[in-house]
Each structure stands twice: as structure tokens, then as C-alpha cells.
């Protein structure tokens, strides 16, 4: 099946500054597998956030489905 892989905040320089991917990825995968398969190994980044599958935050084992828009956060901080 594929999806989409879109990087927000700091983690676009994992895709060399590109924001979006397009990726092939198996039947039944998760979030956390899309992203290792697109060479995010998200949690050995330290700034890691959350994902959202199609607008909606879910956690990093959720399963994806064909068409899938994955988008990943970076953590955000302030005061």
C-alpha cells in the first residue's frame, strides 16, 4: 500500500529539508514501521513528538491503511 510521510517542525532535515514522502510500505503496518521504513528511527530522536494518521493524533503503534497521510511532530517548547 502507500501513504504519505509529512515531517513537521525540526524533523525535516530527516528528509533533507523536504517536508513530504511518498512511500511503499506492507499491509497492516504501523506508524512506528512507515517511519523506520522511510529512515526515521524515531526513538533515538530527541526531539520526537507525536504522530497523526489523516488529521488525527494516534499513538506510534496505530495501523495505517492505503491513501494514509502519516504526519510526524517534532517536540514543541516555550514560555
Given at each position: ?39 526515521i528511527d ?38
Amino acid at each position: 500500500m502507500v501513504i504519505t510521510i509529512k515531517l513537521r517542525g525540526s524533523l525535516i532535515k530527516y528528509f533533507n529539508g523536504q517536508r513530504e514522502k511518498t512511500i511503499e510500505v506492507p499491509l497492516d503496518c504501523s506508524a512506528e514501521e512507515a517511519l523506520k521504513l522511510a529512515g526515521i528511527d524515531w526513538p533515538k530522536i530527541e526531539n520526537f513528538g507525536f504522530v497523526a494518521i489523516n488529521g488525527k493524533r494516534v499513538m506510534i503503534y496505530d495501523k495505517l491503511q492505503d491513501g494514509d497521510e502519516l504526519k510526524a511532530y517534532s517536540k514543541i517548547s516555550g514560555g
